[in-house]
């Protein structure tokens, strides 16, 4: 009985956070409304200042003018929620951590949000140029270059979910070595297949080009050496932390 209760006390507190995250979602798409076609202009400025003279997006469904601004208010509100989402899933496991890794919920929010909205701004402002401006020059004589703008919103989207995810390969790998998975030792030997890791994903989620592939996996593979990096400083001020206290605690014992 004790088992079951303490399972429905779980229940409940993650229904309780989902709704708390569906809430705060709501509220800033609510805010967010009368700006969708803004929002959705701002987007697709990337494609617009590629396309030749005179070029421009087309809908070719009856309800896309509508429904697409839309989800563009749902991507922007997703991006400025997530500080808000990643703090209630964060309070959620909090119970079942350690003191020291309690410590760490503020640091680990705030580091993943800011590298989600710096791999969404690198996507925007030097990817989306360079591969928009290479699919309008390299669009055969005589064919006109007009995206279908639900077209244009799921691409931009997958970019920025991968850029934005591949920017949080430094947290994950501060988070394995603090956790015990891996040790920093197993990670720097581990670099030259993530290195071929990074471009074979590059490949995967970029467009068919060799510039848009490379400014995947370079990215990717510098920030798994900054969290390489970051781990390692920290693995040796906790060391550092700990050793002083056994100093002191035997000095005291004599």
Same mark, same amino acid.
């Given at each position: ?64 003018? &509508?429904? $697409? !601004?839309?989800?563009? @208010? =749902?991507?922007?509100?997703?991006? +400025?929620?997530?500080?808000?989402? *990643? ?79 591949? &920017?949080? $390969? !430094?947290?994950?790998? @501060? =988070?394995?070595?603090?956790?015990? +998975?891996?040790?920093?030792?197993? *990670? ?67």
């Amino acid at each position: 009985m004790g088992i079951t209760d303490n399972l429905i006390s779980h229940l409940i507190e993650l229904r309780n956070r989902l709704l708390r995250i569906a809430i705060g979602l709501l509220l800033i798409i609510i805010a967010l409304f009368p700006f969708a076609n803004e929002i959705y202009h701002f987007l697709a400025m990337p494609l617009l200042a590629s396309l030749p003279a005179g070029g421009q997006m087309i809908a070719t469904d009856v309800t896309t003018p &509508f429904f $697409v !601004p839309m989800k563009s @208010v =749902l991507l922007t509100a997703f991006v +400025i929620s997530l500080p808000h989402t *990643l703090y209630q899933i964060w309070a959620f496991v909090a119970p079942g951590l350690y003191t020291y890794e309690r410590r760490l919920i503020w640091p680990l929010i705030s580091a993943s949000t800011l590298l989600f909205l710096c791999g969404m701004a690198f996507a925007y402002f030097l990817v989306f140029p360079v591969v928009f401006g290479f699919i309008s020059n390299t669009a055969p004589e005589g064919v006109a270059v007009m995206t279908d703008i639900g077209n244009y919103l799921d691409f931009a989207m997958s970019l920025f979910i991968a850029f934005g995810l591949a &920017f949080e $390969v !430094p947290v994950a790998v @501060v =988070l394995m070595v603090k956790t015990g +998975i891996v040790s920093v030792a197993s *990670l720097r030997e581990a670099r030259s297949y993530v290195v071929v890791g990074a471009f074979v994903v590059g490949a995967i989620v970029t467009p068919p080009d060799v510039i848009s592939q490379f400014m995947l996996a370079m990215p990717l593979w510098l920030l798994y050496e900054a969290g390489i990096l970051v781990a390692n400083l920290t693995q040796k001020s906790h060391s550092t932390g700990t050793s002083s206290v056994g100093t002191q605690l035997a000095a005291l014992d004599e």
